[in-house]
């Protein structure tokens, strides 16, 4: 059976405060997979937390048996770069990579499914059910999360993608900073690879939260990125071999 490695970017600060156990129910939807453990494994790339938060984070990512990859700096959230940082910590033997964000929860059989659709040539894109605003923490109740839950616009945030192909290209591109367009770029760059994009939907759920940082042509970085996204059509990027290092 195949292996599969994914990679949930996280930061803490009291700037952009999170609840933790968004971590956990993120962590908890991915440790309970039908699929067999060492098939699994799981990796939160801190990207510039707090000091003062990483004991905790350290704590809850021991208890999922998932890697801990953290990094110290100032330098602007880039969810690009946190996502390579954890690409470059992934077991070599891992075929995979799934790219995640902590607020997001995988029902049982989303990694067996995808592994049904999964291969060397293939991208696959889960389309995120919306849940509206819940005491946290919930049960993972699927059927329960199913009901209360609405289809998300479609989006391309939540990806399983062959990690040798993720190699290949150096991964996400670093010059996109904050968040915005970065996946727009990867899918584009995978579809110039030649590989087919599949679409599963009703395997993930979002979890509400307090937008923070909406999309907004008007924010100078936000026009950046998607000028950056719409103009490129090369396939590798990031020239500097060192992608996903701190």
């Known amino acids: 059976m195949p ?40 990796i939160v ?13 350290q704590e809850k990512c021991q208890k999922a048996k998932a890697k801990f990859v953290h990094i110290e700096t100032q330098e602007v959230w880039s969810r690009a770069k946190a996502l390579n940082i954890g690409i470059r910590a992934s077991d070599p033997d891992s075929d995979y990579i799934i790219s995640s964000d902590v ?61 040798k192909w993720i190699f290949d290209v150096r991964g996400y591109d670093e010059e996109f900073k904050v968040w915005g367009w970065e996946d727009n770029d990867l899918v584009k760059r995978a579809h110039l690879s030649g590989l087919q994009i599949i679409r599963l939907p009703d395997l993930t759920f979002h979890l509400w939260h307090k937008v923070f940082y909406k999309v907004d042509l008007n924010d100078p970085q936000q026009k950046l990125n998607c000028e950056r996204a719409d103009s490129l059509n090369t396939i ?3 020239t500097d071999k060192q992608w996903g290092e701190a």
């Open 3 to 42: 292996k599969v490695s994914a990679v949930i970017p996280i930061r803490y600060t009291d700037k952009y405060p999170r609840d933790m156990d968004r971590l956990d129910l993120c962590l908890k939807s991915l440790r309970e997979q039908t699929v067999r453990s060492e098939c699994m494994q799981i």
């Open 45 to 57: 790339s801190d990207f510039g937390s707090e000091k003062k938060y990483v004991p905790a984070l």
């Open 103 to 163: 607020d997001i929860i995988f029902k049982d059989t989303a990694i067996e499914e995808a592994f049904k659709n999964m291969d060397e040539k293939t991208y696959i894109i889960f389309e995120v059910r919306k849940l509206p605003p819940m005491k946290l923490p919930i049960d993972l109740n699927f059927t329960r999360l199913e009901a209360i839950s609405m289809p998300e616009p479609p989006s391309i945030g939540i990806c399983c993608f062959p990690r």
């Open 236 to 238: 590798i990027r990031n």
